[in-house]
Nanobody, 122 residues
Framework: QVQLVESGGGLVQVGGSLRLSCAAS????????MGWFRQAAGKERELVGT????????YYADSVKGRFTVSRDNAKNTVYLQMNSLKPEDTAVYYC???????????????WGQGTQVTVSS
């Protein structure tokens, strides 16, 4: 089984920054892929970005390219989402998720964190 615990959400001003963390526990990290998703009120869950555990290869949604960065610290079994230049439309519940092998659709990820609220105020 894989367990994910998220932290770092909160309230920030427009243009501010926030870093989310997701600590993972798993039997093995071979072929491990972690993704960040978000779900705004009244909208479907959408991909923010992904990272491969072994090589750190990243993929980002167009809406966050240049503003958000996904990274990982293998020694700490933790993945991060650094969010800069935040906009009101970034307001959502953010989830980390994991699977073995790459996928971009939320329904392809069997393991999920509890979610953390990010609110960007104007």
């Amino acid at each position: 089984q894989v367990q994910l615990v998220e932290s770092g959400g909160g309230l920030v001003q427009v243009g501010g920054s926030l870093r989310l963390s997701c600590a993972a526990s798993a039997r093995t990290f071979s072929g491990f892929v972690m993704g960040w998703f978000r779900q705004a009120a009244g909208k479907e869950r959408e991909l923010v970005g992904t990272i491969t555990w072994r090589a750190g290869i990243t993929y980002y949604a167009d809406s966050v390219k240049g503003r958000f960065t996904v990274s990982r610290d293998n020694a700490k079994n933790t993945v991060y989402l650094q969010m800069n230049s935040l906009k009101p439309e970034d307001t959502a519940v953010y989830y980390c998720a994991a699977r073995y092998g790459f996928a971009s659709d939320f329904d392809q990820y069997p393991y999920w964190g509890q979610g953390t609220q990010v609110t960007v105020s104007s």
